[in-house]
T-cell receptor, first 115, second 111 residues
Framework: DAGVIQSPRHEVTEMGQEVTLRCKPI?????LFWYRQTMMRGLELLIY????????DSGMPEDRFSAKMPNASFSTLKIQPSEPRDSAVYFC?????????????FGSGTQLSVL | GEDVEQSLFLSVREGDSSVINCTYT??????LYWYKQEPGAGLQLLTY?????DMKQDQRLTVLLNKKDKHLSLRIADTQTGDSAIYFC???????????FGKGTHLIIQP
């Protein structure tokens, strides 16, 4: 398996623009997580899905952030409008609940810079 | 305070052992994990331990868990330059999905 695939690797945009981050989880995994990493706050869980259904979005910072998972192999995280404070690395991770523990497999991340 | 705490930096000499410490607060934690992040990359699972164990060894890695004190450590024997990375401690809480991560410990290797 190719692992968790995220795109783009880097995104530079101007304040006010819409940004869409993409994730393809590992085939067969039923959980998908979106994390944000900054120097100040470390890794923050934004939202996660189980079997394509959003379970907990309490970590989403504002209404400007939204996430979807239209099928088991694809998820998006959208920021509209983007702001400079959204600059961070965004990680997608997936896991298989059938193992009994939450071994998360992470993608390589999207480095977002909002100017 | 934070739910999972780690020191931000650790500096060791090449060839020495590195010991990275972590404390957590949730007594319902079922599994505890160590992840490694190299520059520009995602987090990679190194090892994990079930909460009813007190030690786990995997080649150069030794995990020690003191459940009473809620203290977890990762020992890396014979530290090499390739071990230079950020190491994250994470816990899995009973009845909850996902993991709660510490802020990570930057391991710096001196020649």
């Amino acid at each position: 398996d190719a692992g968790v695939i995220q795109s783009p690797r880097h995104e530079v945009t101007e304040m006010g623009q819409e940004v869409t981050l993409r994730c393809k989880p590992i085939s067969g995994h039923d959980y998908l997580f979106w994390y944000r990493q900054t120097m100040m706050r470390g890794l923050e869980l934004l939202i996660y899905f189980n079997n394509n259904v959003p379970i907990d979005d309490s970590g989403m910072p504002e209404d400007r952030f939204s996430a979807k998972m239209p099928n088991a192999s694809f998820s998006t995280l959208k920021i509209q409008p983007s702001e400079p404070r959204d600059s961070a690395v965004y990680f997608c991770a997936s896991s298989d609940s059938g193992t009994g523990n939450e071994k998360l497999f992470f993608g390589s991340g999207t480095q977002l810079s909002v100017l | 305070g934070e739910d999972v705490e780690q020191s931000l930096f650790l500096s060791v000499r090449e060839g020495d052992s590195s010991v990275i410490n972590c404390t957590y607060t949730d007594s319902s934690s079922t599994y505890l994990y160590w992840y490694k992040q190299e520059p520009g990359a995602g987090l990679q699972l190194l090892t994990y331990i079930f909460s009813n164990m007190d030690m786990k060894q995997d080649q150069r890695l030794t995990v020690l868990l003191n459940k009473k004190d809620k203290h977890l450590s990762l020992r890396i024997a014979d530290t090499q330059t390739g071990d230079s990375a950020i190491y994250f401690c994470a816990d899995q809480r009973g009845g909850a999905d996902g993991l709660t991560f510490g802020k990570g410990t930057h391991l710096i290797i001196q020649p």
